[in-house]
């Protein structure tokens, strides 16, 4: 009874062992992938503290409401890494070898994983579905709020700023702080027939709350204006000029994008759109995306087990760098079926779960080598192979130049 008991007990403390192990890197995991995509925003979130003067509280918010898209991809990405890191410190201490010497088969060792890649597709299910349109709502809203308050902030020095329509904005030099403008050229052309060139000494953006439009005040300059025959120059020097101007192109009144909707939303605008269209397909692609993208998450933990099992390293770099790879492969997959379904090339609806179908072959052929114990050793691999080479070389040095 003692025995039989030990025999029962035994796949499940090792199991436990497993799931906890998973947990635990990829927490780690999960918060350096993160901080390592969010170093990539980093400098531009700096910009807007240091020379435009914006809150750290919005900053804050920022950041808050770009966390839901950045995790949508780093929760599979740490979860696949977390899983690759334990099987492959496993199979490289050989501690695979004496679980199966012992009784225990890979199977008994595949709940946790299973368990465990269940829980991150239901986590990327609801950020893909309710918490990242959420984020890219309340993140455009941010964006309006703040190019009200601070007008001036998507104006860069010594750009040609070109945010209006039909209006060319160049700025010499902002002071830091923001407000203020130097150095202005203004190339206006909203007007086809009477086109207009201004030059100001000095300049600001402000913000109109009853018009709900931009008004940028001139300070001490001219205005160059082509005479309607086009046959001469009139030019007007002034000591105060303002210039109307429509939002930003970002803070524009605009119907919702897709990547904005809730799910019954984008369902809803999806079954409006002419088949065929590019918005048609865009929807299409997005629908199938937020459904496609929780099963990869499944897929990659699915892969990764076999993975570390059939790589033998001693070292967790290996493990690492298979993971990353696997991620970027997965990522790079997904865009060329993005494109490839935008164009029509291949089934809108169908896109996103071309990389799934790939990766679940992926998973199928390693899963195979690890129950043959069919090991993927790349360093003796390549070492192996480079000593082949070397020694063919030796053993041949003329045979390029032979006829």
């Known amino acids: 009874m003692t025995a039989a008991t030990h ?107 299973v368990l465990f890649g269940l829980g991150v597709a239901v986590a990327t299910l609801a950020l893909s579905m309710s918490l990242t349109p959420w984020g890219n709502r309340q993140m455009r809203q941010l964006l309006v709020e703040v190019t009200k308050r601070r007008a001036d902030m998507g104006i860069r020095e010594q750009v040609f700023n070109t945010d209006f329509q039909n209006l060319m904005i160049f700025v010499n030099h902002i002071p830091p702080g923001g407000g203020a403008l130097e150095g202005v050229f203004i190339s206006d052309e909203r007007d086809p027939s009477l086109p207009n060139t201004v030059m100001a000494e000095r300049g600001r953006l402000t913000f109109d709350p009853a018009s709900q439009r931009l008004l940028l005040q001139l300070f001490q300059g001219r205005v160059i204006r082509i005479s309607p025959d086009q046959t001469g120059l009139n030019s007007v020097e002034f000591e105060t000029y303002q210039i109307p101007l429509d939002l930003f192109q970002f803070s524009l009144p605009r119907p919702r994008s897709e990547d904005e909707m809730g799910w019954g939303e984008l369902h809803r605008t999806w079954q409006r759109q002419t088949p065929g269209t590019p918005d048609y397909n865009r929807m299409a692609i997005e629908l199938h995306r937020r459904l496609a993208l929780p099963l990869g998450g499944l897929l990659l933990v699915l892969l990764a087990m076999p993975l570390g099992i059939t790589t033998r390293s001693k070292g967790r770099s290996l493990g690492l760098i298979l993971g990353l790879g696997s991620f970027l492969l997965y990522y790079v997959l997904l865009t060329a079926s993005w494109r490839l379904g935008l164009k029509g090339i291949i089934p809108p609806a169908g896109a996103p779960w071309l990389p799934n179908l790939i990766f679940l072959a992926l998973a199928a052929f390693f899963w195979h080598r690890a129950r043959q114990d069919r090991t993927l050793d790349l360093f003796e691999a390549g070492s192996f192979g480079l000593l082949r080479l070397i020694r063919r070389s030796k053993a041949d040095p003329g045979s390029p130049s032979r006829s």
Do not use: H, W
């Open 7 to 113: 025999t029962i007990l035994r796949p499940r403390l090792i199991q436990g062992y497993i799931l906890r192990e998973c947990l635990g890197l990829f927490l780690v995991s999960l918060l350096a992938v993160s901080l390592i995509l969010f170093m990539g925003r980093i400098m531009r979130v700096m910009q807007l503290i240091i020379t435009k003067g914006v809150g750290l509280a919005e900053i804050g918010q920022f950041c808050c409401y770009m966390l839901p898209y950045l995790l949508v991809f780093t929760v599979p990405m740490a979860a696949m890494i977390a899983v690759l890191l334990t099987f492959t410190r496993l199979s490289g201490d050989n501690e695979i070898m004496a679980l199966k010497t012992s009784g225990v088969s890979l199977a008994q060792l595949l709940p946790p994983v």
